[in-house]
């Protein structure tokens, strides 16, 4: 099968994982993958942003940005053309994005099967943030994509809640999460040799990775490490950086618990899975309400015993005292209360970490089941002519 892949994604960040990840799974099974893509991510470190496109954000105004936004629809829509008819694909797959409709006047004008990727309702998290000043036309162009599409496949069944009020019939949406690469994941790791590197060998270790915000809550594990009541020595370590980096050093600092905080700072993909074999408990605080983390996939797959947030989204991957512990994001001391619990039951700890780790199999959460996911939704298209 020979498949158009489209997306507008110009950053190295957990979107380019999604992108690579599912692309590489597609091409295991044999199908020719046509991507058409912006250029220059490929020169770009993981998590920077594509630098052309921050600066036009920075200097633009947000109307003006917006519309080259959706003037680029017309250059994405001459190269699918282009790559269709030099091709013929069997079907387009196209990551949706704002202001973006070349995957759909393709579709129109050459009946070509489309499914299409929804990750967020970029709409409104956008608007939330006030950064849309086109509202009408982003609502229009979104919801125009989303319904067009043969298939919607939105990560999470919360956000196939956004599809179905914008009116997309049931039937054309299917939920695919995001998932693992296992040969990336369960390859021999020297957990040991990490832990010594970074000294960790006494302590418990609370790991979290990616891009650290305020709005996570790292504050209160860097509270409880000051206190320390588990009867063992914590220690807090953030596998990535971020904005709330050097609140949370300095509040270390503060407590004098600097020692027991470790940053690593941006870290290659290939290392990632070290860093995690590393904890003892991973650290989920808390998560967009539609979202589809792929950090919690990859702490499934190494075994680690999860504390979560109690979330509808969460719950459609993991269950509370079966393969993580979740718990409650209205209760103030909620996230701290868990922690407390595992870190003092390892009992708990392994049972959990266990359970997550065979959940992976057990729920076909990889990459490679996606791909066939897909597959055989293009199978049931092709039969349906």
Same mark, same amino acid.
């Given at each position: ?24 799974? *597609? ?6 993958? %046509? ?34 936004? #959706? ?14 008819? @030099? ?10 994005? *704002? #202001? $973006?409709?070349?995957?759909? =006047? ?5 009946? *070509?099967?489309? $499914? ?12 939330? #943030? ?9 609502? =229009? ?33 299917? !939920? &695919? ?28 270790? $609370? ?16 509270? *409880?490490?000051? @206190? ?34 470790? #940053? ?7 290392? !990632? /899975? ?12 808390? !998560? ?16 680690? /015993? ?7 989204? %969460? ?8 393969? /993580? ?16 619990? !595992? ?8 049972? &959990? ?6 959940? %992976? ?5 990889? =990459? ?5 996911? &897909? ?11």
């Amino acid at each position: 099968m020979k498949i158009l892949y489209h997306h507008r994604t110009g950053s190295t960040d957990g979107q380019a994982v999604h992108i690579e990840e599912l692309m590489t799974a *597609l091409k295991a099974l044999g199908h020719e993958i %046509i991507k058409v893509a912006p250029g220059g991510s490929e020169k770009q470190d993981f998590g920077e942003e594509n630098a052309l496109v921050a600066a036009l954000k920075r200097h633009l105004p947000q109307a003006v940005y917006e519309l080259m936004e #959706f003037s680029y629809s017309l250059v994405a829509y001459r190269r699918l053309k282009r790559a269709y008819l @030099e091709h013929r694909p069997d079907v387009l797959y196209e990551r949706s994005n *704002l #202001f $973006l409709l070349s995957g759909v =006047w393709l579709k129109r004008h050459y009946k *070509l099967p489309m $499914l299409l990727e929804v990750n967020a309702p970029l709409f409104e998290e956008r608007s939330k #943030f006030g950064q849309v000043a086109l509202k009408r036309l982003a609502r =229009w162009t979104e919801e125009t994509a989303w319904r067009e599409a043969d298939y919607a496949l939105p990560v999470t069944d919360v956000l196939a809640d956004h599809l179905r009020r914008a009116g997309v019939p049931e039937e054309r949406i299917k !939920v &695919i999460p995001n998932g693992i690469n296992q040969d990336r994941f369960l390859k021999d790791i020297d957990t040991a040799a990490v832990r010594q590197r970074l000294n960790l060998n006494e302590q418990l270790v $609370l790991g979290f990775t990616g891009f650290v915000r305020e709005w996570h809550g790292l504050n209160h594990v860097v509270d *409880l490490l000051a @206190e320390d009541r588990s009867g063992t020595r914590l220690h807090l370590l953030v596998v990535g950086d971020g904005p709330a980096r050097e609140s949370l050093e300095a509040q270390a600092r503060s407590l004098g618990v600097s020692d027991r905080v470790t #940053f690593t700072g941006v870290i290659g993909r290939d290392e !990632v /899975a070290d860093y995690i074999a590393a904890f003892d408990v991973a650290l989920q605080p808390a !998560v967009t309400n539609y979202a589809s983390p792929l950090k919690l996939f990859e702490y499934m797959a190494l075994g680690r /015993a999860i504390v979560a947030p109690d979330m509808r989204n %969460i719950k459609e991957i993991l269950s509370d005292g079966v393969d /993580a512990l979740l718990f409650d994001p209205e209760k103030e001391t909620g996230f701290r209360d868990a922690i407390e619990r !595992v870190c003092n039951d390892h009992g708990l700890r392994q049972r &959990i970490g266990e359970a997550a780790r065979a959940a %992976i199999t057990d729920k076909a959460l990889t =990459w490679e089941n996606n791909a066939r996911r &897909i597959e055989a939704l293009v199978h049931t298209l092709n039969t349906q002519k």
